[in-house]
């Protein structure tokens, strides 16, 4: 990758930022990202700094339907397809912009090693989410750097919501993502925890974190998001901390919520309702 790619990479992944900061008030998506596009379009760059491959060139998706037709024609529907701006200087915003030129890939019929796949090589999606990047290096994280877990496997790219099993509209449907590797945490539990109808991305960051199991916050901080706690004046002896109807002062220090002996079964339960075990 080249230097130039890189700072593009970096502006754009700042251009989107401040862009969506500044018009966060705005609401349907479909506008605000009209608008993102053309002020960053506007600036000295041109909207995509795509992939590169080595003396390969643009030919736009059009080219892409003869051998993949279905692709092609579902891309339509696709969130991402909503940045193919009209215009000359959004030839590259279509199939390439994640995949990098087609003219070697074209004229070879399909040949190996002419098109970047994002599963090997998540780069690609950088150049515009440098953020994400950098969540996939905390210490914690699902291992897409190292090639184990692809973005593809939580994210559609070619169809439809880019959140598999529909998205923000639909929590339970992007838990069934996550269900996917994860059956354990499925259920159904006797005892539910109502916390999961809020989906798994209340208390875990899906592609890092740097608390251990990918958690949001690292102790009862996670907890109390939504658990109301009640504390008395920090002068009266003996100290309370009541959650509901308990009394948790002595338990707090030794541990987090859901360590030893606690709340050990935070994702539900089959035999106690208060997700001991
Ligand atoms: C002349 C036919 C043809 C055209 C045109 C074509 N492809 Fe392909 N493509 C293939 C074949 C054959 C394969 C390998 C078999 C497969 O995975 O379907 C392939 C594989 C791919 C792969 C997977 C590569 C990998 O290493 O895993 C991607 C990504 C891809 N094509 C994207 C595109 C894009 C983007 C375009 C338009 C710029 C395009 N293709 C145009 C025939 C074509
Ligand atoms: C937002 C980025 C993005 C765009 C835009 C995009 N793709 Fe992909 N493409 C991906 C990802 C990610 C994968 C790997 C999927 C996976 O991990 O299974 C992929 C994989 C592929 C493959 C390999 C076979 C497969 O389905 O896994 C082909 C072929 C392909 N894309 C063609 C296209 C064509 C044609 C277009 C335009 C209509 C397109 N892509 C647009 C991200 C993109
Ligand atoms: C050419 C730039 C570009 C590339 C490449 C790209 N994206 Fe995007 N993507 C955007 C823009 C612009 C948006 C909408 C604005 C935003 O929310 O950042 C977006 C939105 C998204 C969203 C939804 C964000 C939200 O908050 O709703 C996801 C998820 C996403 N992209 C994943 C991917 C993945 C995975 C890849 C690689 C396979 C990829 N993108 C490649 C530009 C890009
Ligand atoms: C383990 C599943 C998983 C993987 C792998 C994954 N994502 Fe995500 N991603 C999600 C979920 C779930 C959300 C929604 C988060 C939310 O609603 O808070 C999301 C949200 C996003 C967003 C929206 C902004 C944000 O920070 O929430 C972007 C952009 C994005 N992902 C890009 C990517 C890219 C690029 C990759 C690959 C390099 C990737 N994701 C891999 C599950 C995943
Ligand atoms: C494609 C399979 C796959 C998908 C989809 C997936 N994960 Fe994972 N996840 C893994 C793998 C593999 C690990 C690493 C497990 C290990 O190291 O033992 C992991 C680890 C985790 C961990 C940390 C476990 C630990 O013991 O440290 C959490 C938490 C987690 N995933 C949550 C999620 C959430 C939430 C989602 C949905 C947004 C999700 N995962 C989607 C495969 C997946
Ligand atoms: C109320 C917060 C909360 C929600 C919601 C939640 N988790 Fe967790 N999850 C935790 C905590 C806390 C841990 C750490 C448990 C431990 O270390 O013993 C954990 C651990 C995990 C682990 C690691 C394995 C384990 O049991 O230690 C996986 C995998 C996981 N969660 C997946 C999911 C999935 C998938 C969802 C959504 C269906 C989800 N979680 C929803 C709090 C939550
Ligand atoms: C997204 C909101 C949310 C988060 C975060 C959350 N909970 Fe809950 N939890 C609920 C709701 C709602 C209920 C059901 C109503 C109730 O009993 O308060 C519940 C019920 C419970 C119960 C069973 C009720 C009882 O009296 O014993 C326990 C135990 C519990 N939560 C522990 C935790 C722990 C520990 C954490 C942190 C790891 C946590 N919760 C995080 C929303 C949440």
């Known amino acids: 990758m080249n230097n130039t790619f890189l700072k593009l990479g970096r502006s754009l992944g700042k251009c989107f930022q401040s862009r969506r900061a500044g018009l966060i ?11 993102a596009l053309i ?8 909207i995509m700094a795509p992939p590169t491959i080595p003396g390969a060139t643009f030919v736009g998706s059009k080219a892409c339907a003869d051998c993949h037709e279905t692709l092609v024609r579902d891309f339509k529907t696709a969130d991402h397809s909503r940045l193919m701006a009209k215009g000359k200087n959004a030839e590259n915003a279509g199939c390439e912009s994640c ?10 019929g399909g040949g190996t090693h002419t098109i970047i796949n994002p599963r090997k090589d998540p780069e690609t999606c950088f150049q515009c989410h440098l953020e994400i990047r950098a969540k996939f290096s905390l210490p914690y994280r699902h291992a897409v750097l190292e090639g184990r877990i692809g973005c593809g496997d ?4 070619h169809k439809g919501s880019i959140f598999k099993g529909g998205g ?45 199991k990918l958690l949001v916050a690292r102790n009862q901080m996670l907890c109390y998001r939504c658990h109301f706690q009640q504390q008395n004046a920090p002068t009266r002896s003996p100290k309370t901390l009541y959650h509901g109807l308990d009394d948790h002062a002595p338990d ?19 035999v106690n309702s208060h997700l001991r075990y």
């Open 25 to 35: 008030g705005l609401s349907g998506g479909g506008a605000v990202l009209a608008l």
């Open 39 to 46: 002020s960053c379009g506007t600036l000295t760059h041109p």
């Open 99 to 108: 995949h990098g030129p087609g003219s070697l890939h074209v004229s070879s």
């Open 154 to 157: 939580c994210h559609n790219p």
């Open 168 to 212: 923000a509209t639909n929590l339970m449907g992007k838990n069934e993502t996550c269900f996917q590797c994860h059956t354990a945490q499925r259920g159904p539990f006797v005892f539910e925890h109502e916390a999961m109808r809020e989906g798994c991305v209340t208390c875990h960051d899906p592609h890092g974190s740097v608390n251990q």
């Open 252 to 270: 707090v220090p030794q541990g987090t919520c859901w360590s030893g002996g606690c709340h050990e079964a935070i994702h539900g339960s089959q």
